[in-house]
């Protein structure tokens, strides 16, 4: 959800209440604390959604295909766990812009840039769940198969890397005064 979504959908009450000298940007900061909380929420669930498709009971052939092969499965379990740690990862995240308050100035510069990430990371997370249900649509274990298991690695890889970048950013995104 967007800064600008947001702000489209406030009330009579909040959009006078914001042309109240001080009060817009108390208000702006809110919003976007929000929408930081609301986008990382998005993010965790669309990856324990993938997890929740990965933990399906297995048909017996691809149960079969597991338990015969030690790569195939060590690959499997290493995806899960993968899910696992990226979710973990961006429910502790740190909050976006939590405690922005007196002795800390926000660079609104950056609060545009961090959002835009958090686009980047929603879309990636969704990404993952469709590669996901790709996978276990397939044939277990067969080369297409052991290749989309690699691609979906990949893009957990890659939105693991997302959330790094996105702390990268939060790091400077405030700068104490006084």
Avoid: C
């Avoid at 817009?24 to 990382?40: P, Q, S, T």
């Avoid at 080369?143 to 298991?149: I, T």
């Avoid at 939105?159 to 990268?168: E, K, P, Q, S, T």
């Amino acid at each position: 959800m967007s800064v600008e979504r947001i702000r489209r959908e406030m009330g009579l009450l909040e959009r006078i209440a914001s042309y109240i000298p001080g009060y817009r940007g108390y208000k702006e900061k809110e919003m976007r604390r929000e929408a930081d909380i609301l986008v990382r929420r998005r993010v965790s669930m669309a990856l324990m959604e993938s997890r929740s498709i990965l933990n399906r009971p297995l048909t017996p052939s691809a149960a079969r295909t597991l338990a015969n092969d030690q790569d195939i499965r060590f690959t499997f379990e290493n995806l899960r766990a993968e899910l696992d740690r990226a979710t973990q990862r961006i429910d502790k995240a740190v909050s976006g812009y939590a405690g922005l308050f007196d002795a800390v100035k926000v660079r609104e510069d950056r609060l545009d840039e961090v959002l835009n990430h958090d686009l980047k990371l929603i879309e990636k997370a969704e990404s993952v769940k469709a590669l996901v249900s790709d996978l276990v649509a397939m044939d277990t274990g067969s080369e297409g198969w052991r290749a989309k298991l690699n691609e979906v690695r990949a893009a957990v890889a890659e939105l693991d890397h997302l959330i790094d970048v996105r702390a990268g950013i939060l790091k400077g995104l405030v700068e104490v005064t006084g």
